[in-house]
């Protein structure tokens, strides 16, 4: 379809499918289902709209330059229910480890925001809103602080009478990962660079275009999305200097990411988990699951991103001078 030409909408009229009618679609297909009460199970507790997502790499292609799937759609001979599930069981694992690991990066940037700002600024900065950029959404901010039912937060409305919201480390608990990046691009400038040392950045904008990243493939994690071998769209991140190649050409890759949470996880926690649990989790991968599937380079292993020692926090450990503008 020519650029800028729309097809004419119609209604939607699709009729909602029972179970056993989605398994003899399925088995029109050519898909291999040997128990039909697993996929019942399936189709009821998972959905035939969620599994569908993993449905293609397993999908018969057409041989064009960049392959579609083929019309009518038809599964490669002998695949089975059962490969498709452990599939979606596999990415189920990997949403896990990245959420495992951002919570370290989410717990960081809470913390050093909100310390900076309280040293700099007093215990309740985020009220003085000539602070941050004239477009920040403190309406939404001060909603989230209004409607927070913590033990704490409703111990110092009882106890204080002013001022009205608590301190800065208790909002801290209940602002959201994407409530405290969107904080932290609208500070003054001169405080974001401070935090970025924190994480031995030098750019204060490489810090925030990753914070909106991760908040992105946070989001995508606990909303239980495919990541996989998906092609984000948006909030690419932008490269810092010295580590451009992790970036160049995969952009849109899950393994982009996973370099980003990778470093920033690195300098702030000792323990090299990314690394080992992606090893344990692909040591027996579905057969359509392949490091080059999810973005990785051939030679990862080798990078010193992956392959440098981790500090303890607090070690003394100077701030990557190639890391950042």
């Not at 951002?102 to 602070?131: D, P």
């Not at 801290?172 to 500070?187: D, L, N, P, R």
Request: glycine content about 6%; charged content about 25%.
């Amino acid at each position: 379809m020519a650029k800028g030409i729309s097809r004419s909408k119609v209604a939607y009229e699709k009729p909602t499918s029972l179970p056993g009618d989605l398994i003899t679609r399925l088995r029109e297909r050519e898909l291999v289902i040997e128990d039909e009460h697993i996929a019942e199970n399936a189709l009821r507790f998972v959905g035939y709209y969620r599994l569908r997502g993993y449905f293609y790499p397993f999908y018969r292609m057409t041989e064009e330059r960049v392959p579609r799937v083929h019309e009518p759609k038809r599964f490669l001979s002998g695949t089975t229910l059962g490969q498709v599930i452990d599939l979606y069981e596999f990415d189920r694992r990997l949403r896990l480890i990245i959420l495992e690991q951002i919570q370290k990066v989410e717990v960081a940037l809470r913390t050093c925001l909100s310390e900076h700002m309280s040293a700099r600024y007093g215990a309740h900065w985020f009220m003085n809103l000539a602070i941050m950029r004239p477009d920040y959404d403190h309406q939404e901010f001060f909603r989230q602080i209004a409607g927070a039912k913590e033990v704490f937060i409703q111990h110092y409305r009882e106890r204080y009478s002013t001022p009205v919201c608590p301190p800065s480390w208790m909002i801290t608990e209940v602002m959201t990962f994407g409530t405290w990046s969107a904080m932290y691009a609208s500070i003054p400038v001169s405080d974001q660079r401070a935090i970025a040392r924190m994480f031995s950045l030098n750019s204060h904008d490489v810090l925030g275009s990753w914070f909106h990243t991760l908040s992105h493939l946070r989001n995508l994690c606990a909303h239980h999305n495919r990541v996989w071998n998906r092609h984000f769209m948006v909030f690419a991140p932008m490269h810092n200097n010295g580590y451009e190649h992790h970036f160049t050409h995969r952009k849109h890759t899950l393994y982009c990411r996973l370099a980003i949470l990778k470093y920033l996880s690195d300098q702030v926690s000792w323990s090299d988990g990314l690394k080992e649990q992606l090893d344990t989790l692909m040591a027996q991968p579905p057969a359509c699951v392949t490091w080059e599937k999810m973005g990785f380079p051939e030679l990862w292993r080798d990078d010193p991103l992956w392959t440098r020692p981790v500090n303890p926090p607090g070690s003394g450990a100077q701030p990557d001078q190639t890391a950042g503008g």
